[in-house]
């Protein structure tokens, strides 16, 4: 008979669902011969999976060896990297910016986004590549024991509330900055808080099934904290890449002020959000995941061996 499952069998058959759905859709059944092309929406979602498995690592980086994290991440950099497509951070801002523009901003602005398409061009060694990648992490997860002897506390206190009190802590930095006479942080420190609240997201939606009211509201928000975030650094990032574009002295002008007003409505979404984000602060954080965790009933789930985890993970899913 095989021992109950603990909260670090849940996330390591958590990860295998994601990769194994990330797999299926790199795969070369139902495709049309020489269709070499990975869809958009399937490059999107390989994409999500990268990231929240970027979350997963970070969970249990204070229980793992760091040669395998490092490995780890060097190939989840590489999955984003190959899944970005034509989503550069410049361009979604100028799209975003195209919205609410008006007469010959629309000129300038479609201008702009023609000019920093990134190169979506893809071949057949692409999705033979990420097949590569995703296997390699699918089996990393499969058989890097460490990661199954990962202790409950330590995934929460060194993982999930480390990622949490990070993000408050940057939040709260980009926050005193704009209060500051309206200062504008940069686009490395909004990528680098970004980074952390995400963290935050992908932790939660792990435990989506079984956050309380509280814990539910706490997603909303830092959801679409992470989201704002995103937003500003895209904006921060086009910001400067028009500085160095030969603009006339009237289209910079104007590009400015389109700038300036989108900076100002996004910093202050961003301060009404991360109030509904970090409430509670730490201990309030900690009460909801520590909830959280004990509601999944791992106790009550049998674990089953590694060659039977296909089904295992139906499961409990």
Do not use: C
């Not at 999500?48 to 249990?60: D, I």
């Not at 950099?77 to 007469?103: F, N, S």
């Not at 900055?177 to 808080?193: E, M, V, Y």
């Amino acid at each position: 008979m095989y021992g109950q499952m603990q909260f670090a069998d849940f996330v390591v058959s958590w990860a295998l669902q994601a990769l194994s759905r990330s797999l299926q859709k790199v795969s070369d059944s139902g495709r049309e011969p020489g269709d070499l092309k990975l869809r958009p929406s399937d490059a999107k979602a390989i994409h999500l999976t990268a990231e929240q498995t970027f979350s997963l690592w970070q969970m249990m980086q204070w229980s793992v060896g760091k040669v395998e994290y490092k490995r780890a991440q060097e190939d989840l950099k590489q999955i984003l990297d190959l899944t970005v497509g034509d989503r550069l951070p410049e361009r979604l801002a100028a799209e975003r910016l195209l919205e609410r523009a008006e007469g010959k901003s629309v000129r300038l602005l479609e201008d702009i986004m023609a000019a920093v398409v990134g190169e979506t061009a893809q071949t057949a060694g692409v999705r033979e590549r990420l097949g590569e990648l995703l296997q390699a992490e699918s089996s990393r997860w499969r058989n890097y024991t460490l990661l199954r002897q990962a202790e409950e506390a330590a995934l929460i206190d060194h993982g999930m509330l480390r990622a949490f009190e990070k993000a408050q802590k940057l939040t709260r930095k980009l926050n005193a900055i704009s209060a500051a006479d309206g200062g504008t942080a940069s686009a490395r420190r909004l990528q680098r808080t970004g980074r952390w609240v995400h963290h935050t997201v992908n932790h939660l939606e792990l435990l989506r099934p079984a956050l309380s009211d509280s814990g539910r509201t706490r997603r909303w928000h830092v959801t679409r904290l992470a989201a704002k975030l995103e937003e500003q650094w895209a904006l921060e990032k086009l910001a400067r890449t028009t500085v160095v574009m030969a603009l006339r002295p009237k289209a910079s002008a104007r590009l400015g002020r389109l700038i300036q007003t989108q900076r100002v409505r996004l910093e202050t979404q961003r301060q009404k959000l991360s109030l509904g984000a970090f409430a509670g602060g730490t201990d309030g954080y900690r009460s909801e995941i520590s909830h959280a965790v004990a509601e999944l009933r791992l106790e009550q789930i049998s674990l089953l061996p590694l060659e039977s985890l296909g089904r295992s993970e139906k499961e409990i899913g």
